[in-house]
């Protein structure tokens, strides 16, 4: 295409937009309505945030996981068609089976040409009742698992803090804890608009080489901070 060509245009280059969500028995009652409440409302600033990167054509897929883990669609979606269909919770917390879907959808042959590094947002409030290293190893068995923009939200107390470190794959930065409702809702619109503006910016526009890539983690903004004397539920 000449877009493609010295001095044409500079075309979009898709990145996906991935939440893994755990929707586990103990996500039930407020966790969970907090969390359907704050990602459909962090839709319209993440669409606005990718309506004003031409550079990149974000699509979004939901994988969630309990017993066992489940694809929301079978292909990603194109941000603007994206809408939000709340999620409920049940079962036990398959973290492992989960990650290993994701090595398969980010398999070099799944993955479009020309892709940016893949944006992957886990969130969980408990522990994996499964092996989530064998899934882990398994994502980071892939050159798009190695290069994407990891991030870990935990939700409430319980949450295994080290795990999502290993998610995540580097001490630089940590996982992110929410104990209420507004730290949720904060860190939902941070990663889905800040996290999304690192990883679609012109600074990550390299060649589709993955010598050539910026490393992503590097690219990730501070994360925001807790109110101070916000009450801790969870």
Same mark, same amino acid.
């Given at each position: 295409m000449s877009d493609d060509l010295p001095g044409g245009a500079i075309s979009s280059r898709p990145l996906r937009?991935?939440?893994?969500?755990?929707v586990s028995g103990s996500m039930a009652g407020e966790k969970i309505g907090q969390l359907n409440f704050a990602i459909r409302e962090a839709l319209p600033a993440m669409r606005d945030v990718a309506q004003g990167n031409?550079?990149?054509?974000v699509e979004v897929k939901v994988l969630e996981f309990s017993s066992g883990a489940r694809w929301l669609s079978a292909s990603p979606i194109p941000l603007d068609d994206f809408s939000w269909s709340d999620v409920s919770a049940e079962g036990i917390t398959d973290m492992g089976e989960a990650l290993s879907m994701m090595a398969k959808e980010l398999a070099i042959d799944?993955? /479009?040409t020309r892709s940016l590094p893949p944006v992957v947002v886990l969130v969980?409030?408990?522990?994996p009742t499964d092996n989530f290293q064998k899934g882990l190893d398994e994502l980071m068995a892939e050159r798009w698992g190695q290069k994407s923009v990891r991030v870990g939200i935990a939700i409430g107390a319980d949450a295994d803090l080290d795990v999502l470190q290993k998610f995540i794959g580097t001490t630089e930065f940590k996982p992110l804890r929410a104990v209420n409702a507004p730290d949720l809702t904060m860190y939902i619109r941070w990663v889905s608009t800040q996290v999304l503006t690192s990883a679609s910016s012109p600074a990550s526009q390299a060649p589709s080489d993955f010598n050539a890539e910026p490393t992503p983690m590097?690219?990730? /903004? /501070?994360a925001p901070v807790p109110v101070d004397g916000a009450p801790g539920v969870w």
């Open positions: 937009f991935y939440w893994v969500l755990d031409p550079h990149a054509s799944n993955m /479009p969980t409030d408990g522990q590097d690219m990730l /903004p /501070p």
